[in-house]
Structure formats: structure tokens, C-alpha cells
């Protein structure tokens, strides 16, 4: 019955937002607890719905069935709500409902105002998707990394062309204009942060936008038809947020690095940095990851990248004396998760942690930052996380660089139009090096980059 369905649905959601954790991870605890035949629809409702709770969130305010203050507090009875709004919105008629069914009463009200509310439910829908964009990087590797934004259960199988070849930035431009008729959209100032915000609200279906910062990182509004392109289609542009492509930016390293990324699988940063940044033959990246099946997905990704060391291994469990040729190092460790909410029009006091679990993870940040500072030659490190929690960003800095290391280390100045915003201002003397990603200012998740140097 579809009453079970929103029942498991929901608690799957609210067991979710409350603890923290990311709904992956809780579908993947409780998926032997879930009726086996129905497992795929419930973890599909689930998902579907967080996927789309902001605009349930606003068509459940508009139909008047919570308070703004109710839906702050996402209870389960909100996402109940929200769960069964979902359904009721992918219907192409009403169904016949039953009154036996606990949630009878409740869906009703739902399907009422979802198909008498149809045409204005839809125009506002699609004025979310004017503001949803595809960050896609160009990939010079013929790989096994697919560059799909779907989920991994639909993506495609790989379509290699026979002629793999590297391309550069105006050589794709070539190439999606011949195919697909798309023109690129000039910002008018590579260095003004605004200036790129702006120009993403004009884009349409048949424009794009190279970022101003990052190299070949192409940004596509979200109605666009990349994805038919054979670019897309074959990996050649991968699906990389901007925030977290900003991270290897930010780290900058020279051709003949060597870079330790600590926390590498899937692998968008390492490579990243191998494909942008090192020479094919004198430098090279160790991707270091402890957990074996994330570890095995991402080294058969990035098969095809001679410069990539793989490490099957607990970061700080790695001696630093064993890796003295190390020179940069790419620290984002195990975090809240909490910018990856959802996008656009997020109010971050909606996602409130335990205070007790921040604390931990702002303790286990600590300590793989500090192990990655004790590398005997290295010269920069980059922490960052998808968190938009100050306990896990500006108060790890402040407490790496005010009780132990300040005066071997200091805090890189990240030029001001990488983003929109700086550090939480609780902490002035750290908040100026910090950059933060806002996904109602920046249309990326919510994220945090800090770049610590060495003082030779």
C-alpha cells in the first residue's frame, strides 16, 4: 500500500536531516529493515524528495499546510508532507484513494491542491530550474570517469569515441557549436565575482559560460542539451561542482609537484589536479583512501592516469617520513555534508546538527589536519569541506594555527573574486583567507576552502 511506502519514505528522510547523516548512508543502514519488494520505490521517494525539498518546502508553506516555523523544525510529520506532495506531483491524474488508508484524509488535501494548483506548481518549477546550472569540466584523459549528473544506478553505459584526443578550451567551443549549436556568453570582468553571477542568470538553453577562474570548467544552465552532446556522452565533460573544483585551484601546484590527496575517492580532485595541473611525466598525485570498495571504484575511474599513485590506507595511519618528496596536499576529511542539502534558496538554520557530533568531527578534522601538516616537505595544504558549520571550518583553522603550529605556518590570501563570500567573521583574523560557497549566492553547495603555506 502507498501508505507504507510514505511512512518508510519519510522516516528515511527524518532520520536523515535529524542526525546528519546523508541519506545514502541511512538507506544503505536500514535497507534490510525495508520490505524487500518494495526497498527501490521507498529509497527512490526518499531521494526523489530530498532532491526537490526546497520546492515542496515552498508549495507545502503556499498551500497554507505548515507555519514557516513547522517547517523549520523538520519533523517527521513535515516530511510525511513532503513525501506524499512528491507522489502526488509525478501523477498525470488524480488517483483513487482509500479510506482505509491511515494517511487517507492527508493525501487527499494533497492531490486537491496539486491538481487544482497544477499550471502554477509547474511556473514555479521552472523558474527554480532558470537557477539550476551544470558545472562540466574538460576532461584531457581518455577515461573511465563518467561524466553523467544522474545517479550511479542510471547512468549510462560509456560511449568512447574511436578518436579520443585532447582538446583545448576553444576546441570544444568548436565542438559544441558544430553539434549542438551553443554559443559561449562572455562575463564582461574575468575578475569580479558578481559580474559571473550575473551573467549565469542570462544564460539560456543554447549559451554557456567558461568560468573566469577555474580553467575549462563550463558552466550550462540547467534546461540545456549538453548532455546529448557526445562530450558529455563520453566523459569528456565531467560533472565537477565549482566549489569543489575551486579546491585544486586554490592548491595551485607546479607541473613537477607532488601531491598527497588525503581523502581521494571517488577521485573529481585527484583528477583534477593530475588532468589541469601536473606534468604527465614529472609529477604525480597519491590518492589515499581508507575505505576498500570506494578505493577499488576509484582506482578503476582513473585507470587510465599513469601520474596517480593509489594508497589503500587510513591518512593519518601513513608515516610522513615515507613520503618526504610530498609537496602539496589536498585535506578534505569526513564532514557534516551539510552544503549538500540541496540548492538555491537554502536557510542553513534548518539543518542544525547535534552539537556533540560536531564537535566530534571538528575533533577527527583536527587531527587529519595536523597529520598533514607534518609532512617534512610540504609547502602548501588545502582544507576544505562541503559544511557550512563554523565548528568544522573557521574553528579547525583557528585551532590547528593558534595551539600548535602558527609559527612554522600561514594562511594564504585567496583572491577575492573566487567567491562570494569570506569566513564567519566570529573569528576576524582567520575569516579574510577563508573562502565560502553559498548555494543561494554562488548556485554551487555550500562549501569551505583555506589553503595553509609553510614560512621557509
Request: charged share 30%; hydrophobic share 35%; glycine share 2%.
Amino acid at each position: 500500500m502507498m501508505c507504507r511506502l510514505y511512512d518508510e519514505a519519510s522516516q528515511l528522510l527524518f532520520e536523515s536531516s535529524n542526525s546528519g547523516t546523508s541519506l545514502r548512508e541511512v538507506v544503505q543502514r536500514k535497507m534490510r529493515q525495508l520490505p524487500s519488494k518494495k526497498r527501490t520505490q521507498i529509497r527512490g521517494l526518499a531521494c526523489k524528495t530530498m532532491s526537490n525539498c526546497d520546492q515542496l518546502e515552498k508549495e507545502l508553506l503556499t498551500a497554507s499546510f505548515f507555519s514557516d516555523d513547522d517547517v523549520k523544525q523538520r519533523s517527521l510529520n513535515f516530511w510525511l508532507h513532503a513525501v506524499i506532495m512528491q507522489e502526488c506531483l509525478t501523477r498525470r491524474e488524480p488517483r483513487r484513494l482509500f479510506s482505509t488508508c491511515p494517511n487517507f484524509k492527508l493525501e487527499c488535501d494533497i492531490q486537491e491542491y496539486v491538481f487544482q494548483n497544477r499550471s502554477n506548481i509547474e511556473e514555479r518549477e521552472s523558474e527554480v530550474n532558470k537557477r539550476h546550472f551544470l558545472f562540466l569540466r574538460l576532461v584531457n584523459r581518455k577515461a573511465k570517469f563518467p561524466a553523467s549528473c544522474e545517479p550511479v544506478s542510471k547512468q549510462r553505459k560509456m560511449e568512447k569515441p574511436d578518436s579520443w584526443r585532447k582538446l583545448s578550451s576553444a576546441e570544444a567551443s568548436n565542438f559544441l557549436y558544430s553539434q549542438l549549436r551553443m554559443k559561449e556568453k562572455k562575463a564582461l570582468c574575468s575578475d569580479c565575482h558578481s559580474d559571473l553571477i550575473k551573467e549565469m542568470g542570462k544564460l539560456t538553453s543554447k549559451k554557456y559560460l567558461k568560468d573566469s577562474v577555474i580553467e575549462n570548467l563550463f558552466i550550462f544552465s540547467g534546461d540545456s542539451d549538453i548532455k546529448k552532446s557526445d562530450m558529455f556522452k563520453s566523459g569528456q565533460l565531467y560533472s565537477q561542482d565549482r566549489a569543489s573544483a575551486m579546491v585544486a585551484h586554490v592548491l595551485d601546484p607546479g607541473p613537477d609537484s607532488v601531491v598527497l590527496d588525503a581523502c581521494a575517492a571517488p577521485g573529481s580532485k585527484t583528477s583534477h589536479i593530475a588532468d589541469a595541473f601536473l606534468d604527465d611525466t614529472k609529477g604525480k598525485v597519491y590518492a589515499v583512501e581508507r575505505n576498500a570498495t570506494r578505493f577499488q571504484t576509484m582506482k578503476s575511474l582513473l585507470a587510465d592516469y599513469d601520474n596517480v599513485h593509489f594508497l589503500l590506507s587510513d591518512f593519518t595511519d601513513i608515516d610522513p617520513e615515507e613520503f618526504k618528496d610530498v609537496t602539496h596536499i589536498a585535506v578534505d576529511p569526513s564532514c557534516s555534508g551539510s552544503g549538500m542539502k540541496g540548492a538555491n534558496s537554502h536557510e542553513f538554520d534548518k539543518h542544525q546538527l547535534d552539537r556533540a557530533r560536531l564537535l566530534a568531527l571538528q575533533s577527527f578534522q583536527i587531527k587529519i589536519l595536523l597529520h598533514a601538516l607534518r609532512f617534512p616537505n610540504v609547502q602548501a595544504v588545502v582544507y576544505s569541506t562541503c559544511s557550512i558549520h563554523t565548528e568544522e571550518n573557521e574553528a579547525v583553522i583557528f585551532h590547528v594555527m593558534n595551539e600548535h603550529l602558527s609559527t612554522n605556518w600561514k594562511l594564504f590570501q585567496i583572491p577575492e573574486h573566487y567567491s562570494s563570500s569570506r569566513g564567519d567573521t566570529k573569528y576576524p583574523d582567520i575569516a579574510s583567507h577563508c573562502l565560502r560557497f553559498w548555494p543561494n549566492k554562488d548556485y554551487t553547495n555550500g562549501f569551505f576552502i583555506c589553503r595553509l603555506e609553510r614560512i621557509n
